[in-house]
């Protein structure tokens, strides 16, 4: 059981979501070219051939391989080498929770898409982020540069104190759904939300519009503010722009990876792309309804289909058409992640930490205690 | 030998060793601060094979993940050098370690001797998200209570102490 378990675990996780880093960083240039009003990257070529620029991963890997493995002089040598891989393993493992489909029932073969159906799955994405500080800390520390420490400095102390907003502005999300593994919060969300719902269960009233104007049961439409807070949140913890202070190019040059050269440099910029799928997929799951096609729940196309074609031809359908929603979204939240990157200017570091402190911590706070009185109130009048 | 067993004196054996790692790298603090991450992250792991997932995900998140980070920075703010350490006491405290050291490695050994047990089974439904947060909010619902108050005391302590160096 666990070799094979483990091999399909890393293929998952190695081959496909650290696969699409190096497609992310085409994804990124193209988008900053949008943005920018350029042509954008399209100058690497095999034999004349650009394909609108998609070499040009290869060419950045190909320089990083080719490039000096350089450890400062001072440098305690081992962390130095050991700090970016710290830095990008919780980045690959935390997708390990993430569904990209459902659960399907073949015969008596039930088969879930997600590495682990663990059913503390948001806990254990918790865990693995607070593992993240690590690389970028001993990175900075390990590097003997003053530069290096700060930005180590800065990263410690914008994690953790995000870290602590980025769980409390999930747990009215956790109240709603009542669950914390996700598999199930995106199976909470295949179906729909009365909009006008509230009417009819505290003042009794009924109309059929209120039947009729529905929409998809996501965890947007049930906590749009934790959307946006955890949204913030968790791309502060991933250190990309407008966050960017562990870097701070313009204040302290690169920050905790200013003494990387080569490869090792690479992965710090691959976990930090690897992360962006990962906050796209810990988005959909959580908001935007996982693998669920709006208006079009399971049910209902192994009943329409299935008429036609049988339930297993049916259910092999909702496979297909429920991983290609989940592409979808995923896609649409790494492009708007992108979008934010290349549209803010970036905080000042006292703006990032009020920004938590002082302004998504009591908000969180309220949204947990609004989130249960409604939720309580819901269930008097049901 | 189950996998779990296997799993269990692997993480017990890397929990250990660093352990003895952070505590021998006594004047190289973020080299012990590091030592803990690791045994700390053991620990959890020993808390999965258990179930006990949720005491897993708090240990990482609240030991592993928040606390040695505090510790670290603390650390390398300092930026103790292996000078800044006092030397006295040295000798008394080695032989005591080594007294208790051989005592300790006796008595593992003979627990040892007849071979390593397997992990007993854990009752289902034990250590989940679910058990704890019902025994929590539950039977020992004004401990609970008692301790957030205790940690607001703390926090407005600090607050006041703070506050008071910024004003003068």
């Known amino acids: 059981m666990p070799v094979a378990e483990i091999l399909k675990t890393l293929f998952i996780l190695l081959v496909v979501v650290g696969g699409l880093a190096p497609l992310i960083t085409w994804i990124e240039r193209k988008q900053s070219a949008v943005m920018q009003d350029r042509i954008g990257a399209n100058r690497a070529d095999i034999g004349g051939l650009t394909l609108i620029g998609l070499f040009h991963p290869l060419a950045d890997v190909l320089k990083l391989l080719g490039k000096e493995d350089f450890v400062p002089a001072g440098a305690n040598r081992v962390l130095h080498l050991l700090a970016p891989l710290i830095a990008a393993i919780p980045a690959v493992i935390a997708f390990a929770v993430i569904p990209y489909g459902g659960v399907y029932r073949f015969g008596d073969h039930t088969l879930s898409l997600v590495v682990s159906d663990a059913d503390w799955g948001m806990l254990y994405i918790f865990a693995i982020a607070s593992l993240a500080t690590y690389g970028t800390v001993i990175a900075g520390w390990s590097s003997n540069n003053g530069w290096s420490l700060l930005g180590s400095m800065r990263a410690s102390a914008q994690m953790i104190s995000y870290e602590v907003t980025m769980g409390l502005s999930l747990v009215g999300i956790f109240m709603v759904f009542q669950t914390l593994k996700l598999q199930d919060m995106a199976l909470a969300q295949d179906t729909t939300l009365r909009v006008f719902g509230f009417l009819d269960i505290f003042f009794g009233l009924s109309h059929p519009a209120i039947d009729w104007i529905r929409l998809p049961a996501w965890g947007v439409f049930y906590q749009p503010l934790a959307f946006l807070l955890f949204l913030t949140c968790i791309m502060a913890e991933n250190k990309r722009p407008p966050f960017d202070l562990p870097e701070g190019e313009s204040e302290i040059i690169a920050g905790y990876h200013l003494e990387y050269s080569g490869m090792r440099f690479g992965l710090f910029f691959m976990s930090e792309f690897i992360q962006v799928v990962v906050i796209a997929g810990l988005m959909t799951a959580l908001f935007l309804g996982g693998w669920s096609i709006p208006y079009l729940s399971t049910q209902t196309i192994v009943a329409g289909v299935g008429r036609f074609m049988g339930t297993g031809f049916a259910t092999g359908l909702c496979v297909l058409l429920h991983f290609a929603a989940f592409m979808l979204k995923l896609g649409a939240m790494i492009w708007f992640q992108m979008a934010l990157r290349w549209t803010l200017p970036r905080f000042r570091y006292d703006q990032v930490m009020d920004l938590c402190w002082k302004v998504i911590l009591p908000l969180s706070i309220a949204n947990v205690l609004v989130t249960g009185l409604v939720m309580l109130l819901v269930q008097e009048a049901a | ?168």
């Open chain 2, 1 to 168: 030998m189950s996998f779990a067993a296997i799993l269990f004196y692997l993480f017990g054996a890397l929990a250990v060793l660093f352990a003895l790692s952070m505590l021998l790298n006594v004047h190289n603090t973020v080299a012990g601060a590091l030592s803990l991450v690791v045994t700390m992250v053991s620990l959890a792991a020993i808390y999965v094979l258990l179930e006990a997932h949720f005491v897993a995900a708090i240990q990482i998140m609240v030991y592993a993940g928040a606390i040695v980070v505090l510790f670290l920075f603390v650390v390398m703010l300092l930026n103790l050098r292996d000078d800044d350490f006092a030397p006295g006491r040295q000798r008394l405290v080695r032989v005591a370690g080594a007294l208790v050291g051989v005592f300790a490695l006796a008595q593992f050994l003979r627990w040892l001797a007849p071979g390593l047990p397997e992990l007993p089974a854990v009752p289902a439904g034990f250590g989940g998200h679910r058990a704890v947060g019902i025994a929590l909010y539950t039977d020992y619902v004004l401990l609970v209570e008692l301790i957030a108050l205790l940690l607001l005391a703390a926090i407005v302590g600090a607050l006041v102490l703070a506050k008071r160096k910024l004003d003068s």
